[in-house]
C-alpha cells in the first residue's frame, strides 16, 4: 500500500490507464504519458507498480531506466522504498548476482548500461547482464520496462539493451513527450497540476524590464531585477509567517569563464559570495553546494547552474530564473522553467507574488524542446539486406583534407561581388548604407531586440507568446562584454561556408569596418557600431553568404579536385525510421527485406521520394532499390565544391539495380507546384556539376529527379531550375 502521500485525481486517473493498458493483450508496446513538471510522475509510477503486481499475475520484473547524470536512479529506488517499503527494489548489481525475478524492481542508469569508460559495465558483466535476462525469460518473467524523464542514448547498445528485455510494455514519462501514432499515449494537462496547487498558477517573464531604459549591461540589469524580486518574495512569505527562502537560478547555456565571473563579480557588489554562503555554484567542472541547498528554507540565495542540472533535480524554493546570453541568437528552452515552477509547499497561498515564478532573459526565441531523442529512439524497426545486394559495390568519395578552399583573398573578391551586385553598391558610403538599409540590413548603433514580457498560466502558452507580448529593448554595445557575442554571429556564418571563424571576422572587417585598407569598402563604420551591425544583422549575414557559396560559374568542372577514394558496400543491417499506415503492404523491389509502405510516409520521406520508391515498385525492370543515408562514414557519399572550392559530402539519396545488371543513382529534389519551385537546397547546382563527374568517372547511369502533379521528372544533362525547361524529361523516357 502506498502511503504518506496526497491523493489526485489526475494521478489516480493516470495509474488507472497505465494499469488498463499493460493488462490489455493488444495494446501497443510502448505508452508515452506526457507529464508536466511538478505533476509528480514518481509517485504516478510507484502507485502504477504496486498496483499491479498487487492485482495481476505475479510473474513480472520492473525495470526502471533512469537518466544518467547525478543519481537519479538512487533517488527514484529511495522514494519507492519511502513510499512503498513492501516492494522488492533492487540495483544493477543486485538483479545481475540474484537474476530478475518476478515482483522485483530494478532502478537501472543509462550510463551504466550504454557508456564507455570506468562507470560503464565490463564486456564480461554485460554478456552476464544478456544472461540474466535470458534466463528470466526461460523461467517465464515478462518484464515491464520504465522509462523516467528522457535519455540521451539513442545509441546501438541503448537499443540493444532495451531489445534484450524483449519487454511487454515500455512505459515513458516525459515533460516533453510528443504523440506518436504507433504509441498509446496519454497526457496529464497542466491546468490539473495547476489546479491541484502542486506548480505556479502563472509564469511572469521579465516583469520590470522598461523598454524606454536603454540597458547598459544585459547581467548587471537582469541580476538587480532578480534580486529586487527575490526580496519581494521573501517579504512576503514572512508576512504570512511562511518559512520559506527563494532562491535565484542563474542558468548559463554554455558557462563560458568570463560571463561566470563577471556574474560571481556582480553578486559580491550586490553583497553575494561563496563565502558567506548566499551563492552556491553546480557546473560539471565546479560544485559549490550547500548542505541546506533545496531545504525550503535553505540559505543561498542564488545558484549558478547550466542546462544540465534541469534534468531530475527538485528544489521547490526556486522562484526566480535569469537565463543569461552568452551569444547573441540563443532560444529559451521551455523545459528548463520546470526548475521553478513547485511550490514550496504543494499549495497555493492566495497571493500573485508567491504563487507566480519568475522569469528574467533576452532571449527572443522561445521553444518547447525538440522531439525528444527517446521518441526518435522507438520510431525505428531493424532491418536485414536481401542476399542479392550483398556483393553490390561502388567507389565513394571523401574530402580531401590536404585542401581548404580558396585563399583569403580570392574569397573576398567573390563576397565582394555578391554584395556590390546585390545590393548596388559603389564607392558612395552614404548611397551604399541607403541601399543595404532597403535590402533589410540594420545599422542601429545599439543591439536591438524584441523581447517576451507578460503573464503566462502554462508552458504552452509561452511558447504560443506572439507579437502582442513583445517589447523592443536596446543594449548600448560593450566591444568588451560583447565580444561573445560577435563570436557567435561569426560563427554562424562560419557554420555555412565552412570558413575559419578568422578568416570570416577579417572579410567583414575589410567590407564594414573603419580602417586603413580602402580597397573592397562599403561602409566605414567605428568599432562598436561594426559590432552592433554584425549581431544585428547575423540572419541576413548568414543567408548572404550561403547565396554567395552556391554560385556556380564553371569552377566545379575546371578546378581539379583529387578526393579520397574507399569502398561502399550497402550495411547488412539498417534502422529506419517508419510510421503505422492503415494498411500495411510490402515493397518488393527494395534491397532490404521487411521493407514495408511504412517506411515511406509523410512523417518519413519527402513527397519525391514517396513517388519515387513507389515508381520503383511498380517498375518490372528493378531488381532491387536502396535508400542511403544522409549523413555517417557507412553511407555513399560524393565530394562537391562550392564557389569557395570549399570541400562538402553529398549523400545520394537512391541507388537502383537493374535486372540486366544496370546501375543508376538517383537524387531526389522538391519539384514544382503551380510554376513555383519547392526545391530548398541552395547547392543543387554544384551537386549536380559533382554528381555528373562522378558518374562519367564510375559509369553509371544517373539523375536528379523532381516532382510535377504527382509525376516525376529526370535530368541529368545540365542543371536548371525551371522544369518546363527541356532537360527536364520524364523519368519512365529513363529509368
Known amino acids: 500500500m502506498v502511503s504518506k502521500i496526497k491523493d489526485f485525481e489526475f494521478q489516480t486517473q493516470c495509474v488507472d490507464y497505465l494499469i488498463d493498458k499493460t493488462i490489455e493483450t493488444d495494446s501497443k508496446q510502448v505508452i508515452t504519458v506526457k507529464a508536466p513538471t511538478g505533476a509528480g510522475k514518481t509517485v504516478i509510477l510507484i502507485k502504477y507498480v ?215 563579480d556582480k553578486l559580491a557588489s550586490m553583497g553575494y559570495t561563496y563565502d558567506n554562503g548566499m551563492v552556491n555554484i553546480w557546473m560539471s567542472d565546479e560544485k559549490i553546494v550547500s548542505e541546506d541547498l533545496i531545504n525550503i528554507d535553505g540559505s543561498p540565495a542564488f545558484l549558478l547552474m547550466k542546462q544540465a542540472i534541469s534534468t531530475g533535480w527538485d528544489c521547490p524554493r526556486a522562484k526566480i530564473l535569469v537565463k543569461l546570453r552568452e551569444g547573441g541568437s540563443e532560444d529559451f528552452q521551455i523545459q528548463t522553467i520546470g526548475r521553478i515552477r513547485r511550490m514550496p509547499e504543494g499549495k497555493h497561498y492566495g497571493l500573485n507574488i508567491l504563487d507566480y515564478c519568475y522569469i528574467y532573459t533576452l532571449d527572443t526565441q522561445y521553444k518547447m524542446g525538440l522531439l525528444s531523442s527517446l521518441d526518435k529512439a522507438y520510431q525505428v524497426r531493424r532491418l536485414f539486406l536481401k542476399d542479392e545486394a550483398k556483393s553490390f559495390t561502388l567507389k565513394k568519395e571523401m574530402r580531401d583534407l590536404d585542401f581548404d578552399g580558396l585563399g583569403e583573398r580570392e574569397t573576398l573578391e567573390k563576397v565582394y561581388e555578391y554584395f556590390k551586385e546585390k545590393y548596388k553598391l559603389g564607392s558612395d558610403k552614404r548611397v551604399n548604407q541607403e541601399n543595404l538599409e532597403a535590402g533589410g540590413y540594420s545599422f542601429s548603433h545599439e543591439i536591438d531586440n524584441k523581447i517576451l514580457q507578460g503573464i503566462f498560466r502554462t508552458s504552452e502558452d509561452l511558447a504560443n507568446g506572439g507579437s502582442d507580448n513583445k517589447i523592443k529593448i536596446k543594449t548600448t554595445v560593450n566591444t568588451h562584454t560583447h565580444g561573445i557575442y560577435l563570436l557567435h554571429a561569426v560563427d554562424e556564418i562560419k557554420k555555412v561556408t565552412g570558413m575559419q571563424s578568422q578568416k570570416v571576422k577579417n572579410i567583414l572587417r575589410r567590407m564594414f569596418s573603419k580602417g586603413k585598407k580602402r580597397k573592397y569598402k562599403f561602409i566605414e563604420l567605428e568599432n562598436s557600431d561594426f559590432y552592433a551591425f554584425i ?86 525492370n528493378v531488381e532491387w532499390v536502396y535508400k542511403n543515408g544522409d549523413t555517417g562514414q557507412q553511407y555513399l557519399s560524393v565530394v562537391y565544391t562550392d564557389a569557395f572550392l570549399k570541400q562538402w559530402l553529398f549523400y545520394p539519396d537512391y541507388i537502383v539495380h537493374l535486372k540486366d545488371g544496370t546501375d543508376w543513382i538517383i537524387e531526389t529534389k522538391g519539384g514544382e507546384v503551380s510554376g513555383h519551385s519547392k526545391n530548398i537546397d541552395m547547392q543543387i547546382g554544384n551537386k549536380f556539376n559533382a554528381f555528373k563527374l562522378y558518374a562519367e568517372k564510375y559509369n553509371l547511369h544517373w539523375g536528379f529527379v523532381r516532382d510535377i502533379d504527382e509525376e516525376l521528372f529526370i535530368n541529368n544533362t545540365e542543371y536548371v531550375e525551371d522544369m518546363s525547361d527541356y532537360r527536364w524529361k520524364p523519368l519512365s523516357s529513363e529509368l
Open 50 to 264: 504496486d498496483q499491479f503486481l498487487k492485482n495481476t499475475g505475479n510473474n513480472t520484473a520492473f525495470i526502471w531506466l533512469c537518466p544518467g547524470k547525478g543519481n537519479l536512479e538512487e533517488q527514484s529506488k529511495e522514494r519507492m522504498e519511502e513510499l512503498a517499503p513492501h516492494l522488492d527494489t533492487r540495483n544493477l548489481m543486485y538483479s545481475m548476482m540474484a537474476g530478475f525475478e518476478a515482483g522485483s524492481i530494478t532502478f537501472i542508469n543509462w550510463e551504466l548500461v550504454t557508456k564507455k569508460g570506468n562507470t560503464a559495465l565490463k564486456d564480461s558483466e554485460r554478456s552476464n547482464l544478456f544472461e540474466k535476462i535470458a534466463e528470466a525469460h526461460k523461467d517465464g518473467v515478462e518484464f515491464v520496462i520504465i522509462i523516467d524523464e528522457e535519455h540521451l542514448n539513442n545509441t546501438k547498445k541503448a537499443d540493444d539493451v532495451i531489445n534484450a528485455f524483449a519487454a511487454k510494455n515500455i512505459i515513458r514519462v516525459s515533460a516533453t513527450a510528443n504523440k506518436v501514432p504507433h504509441q498509446e499515449f496519454y497526457e496529464i494537462s497542466e491546468d490539473d497540476v495547476i489546479g491541484a496547487g502542486l506548480i505556479t498558477r502563472a509564469i511572469y517573464v521579465n516583469e520590470g524590464v522598461d523598454e524606454k531604459k536603454e540597458i547598459q549591461n544585459d547581467y548587471e540589469y537582469l541580476l538587480d531585477l532578480a534580486d529586487e524580486k527575490r526580496k519581494e518574495i521573501a517579504a512576503n512569505y514572512e508576512n504570512i509567517k511562511v518559512n520559506v527562502r527563494p532562491l535565484v537560478l542563474i542558468q548559463f547555456p554554455m558557462g563560458q569563464p568570463e560571463t561566470i565571473k563577471a556574474v560571481e
Open 535 to 620: 549581431i544585428n544583422n547575423v540572419k541576413q549575414l548568414k543567408m548572404d553568404f550561403k547565396s554567395v557559396t552556391s554560385q556556380m560559374g564553371g569552377v566545379q568542372l575546371s578546378f581539379k579536385l583529387e578526393p579520397k577514394i574507399s569502398d561502399f558496400s550497402i550495411p547488412e543491417m539498417e534502422l529506419y525510421k517508419y510510421s503505422e499506415v492503415k494498411q500495411c503492404q510490402l515493397m518488393r523491389m527494395n534491397a532490404y527485406r521487411e521493407y514495408t509502405n511504412e517506411f515511406i510516409t509523410d512523417k518519413t520521406r519527402s513527397k519525391p521520394e514517396r513517388l519515387f520508391e513507389r515508381y520503383c515498385e511498380r517498375n518490372n
